[in-house]
């Protein structure tokens, strides 16, 4: 059964805590995305990766860190530098074709919030 | 920056009625549409897709129109039912390979 999993599904942070939120494929794709969704906002790019150890920042990559060492993984760290963290995570990934304009397929997200 | 206007960000329509959401975006060079429902509490789920060299699609009830000229592609929903209600969001790719999203348009069916 292919597709993507996320987990946690709900998961808590203290003050000054990091956590990591995990995401996988099993649909042999290229590329991996991270996003935060905020009620009103839409989704926001946090950080992508094309190809297994590099990745580039999105639009709001400040307070996240990731690491992309196999294909099939790219987990998200929120550090303790993000202020406002609660949200809804969303992972995406997508096969990287001619010009890189190939759907983009989402997990089933991660809410995080702040105790 | 580039950016993709979604409209309405609320639609209410009668069960059985159609429902049209529109999208405009900025960068000149995006050639891939996507649409996506979200159910609450889940991720989003492609519904339909559509590329620069077509004007229009359909899938049963569903079509999306493109208008390249204008820079607005739309979503059509006929006869309306009320698993249709959701979160829908308009994208489109830019020059870097990334897909930039609208907000949003939650869609109520009413009974």
């Known amino acids: 059964d292919g597709g993507i999993t996320q987990s946690p599904k709900y998961l808590f942070r203290k003050e000054g805590q990091n956590v990591t939120l995990s995401c996988e494929q099993n649909?042999?794709?290229?590329?991996m995305y991270w996003y935060r969704q905020d009620p009103g906002q839409g989704l926001r790019l946090i950080y992508y990766s094309q190809i297994v150890n590099d990745f580039q920042k999105g639009d709001i990559a400040e307070g996240y860190s990731v690491s992309r060492e196999k294909k099939e993984s790219f987990p998200l760290t929120v550090t303790s530098a993000q202020k406002n963290p609660t949200a809804f995570y969303l992972c995406a990934s997508s096969p990287v074709g001619t010009g890189g304009r190939e759907t983009q397929y989402f997990g089933p997200g991660t809410r995080l919030l702040v105790l | 920056g580039e950016n993709v206007e979604q409209h309405p960000s609320t639609l209410s329509v009668q069960e059985g009625d159609s429902a049209v959401i529109k999208c405009t975006y900025s960068d000149s060079a995006s050639n891939y549409f996507p649409w996506y429902k979200q159910e609450l509490g889940k991720g989003p789920q492609l519904i339909i897709d559509?590329?620069?060299?077509?004007g229009e699609k359909k899938d049963q009830r569903i079509a999306v129109t493109l208008n390249k000229t204008a820079k607005h592609f739309s979503l059509h929903i006929t006869e309306t039912q009320p698993e249709d209600s959701a979160v829908y969001f308009c994208?489109?790719?830019?020059?870097?390979?990334?897909?930039?999203f609208g907000k949003g348009t939650r869609l109520h069916i009413l009974p």
């Open positions: 559509i590329r620069s060299n077509v």
């Open positions: 649909l042999n794709h290229d590329a």
């Open positions: 994208a489109a790719t830019l020059r870097d390979d990334k897909i930039i």
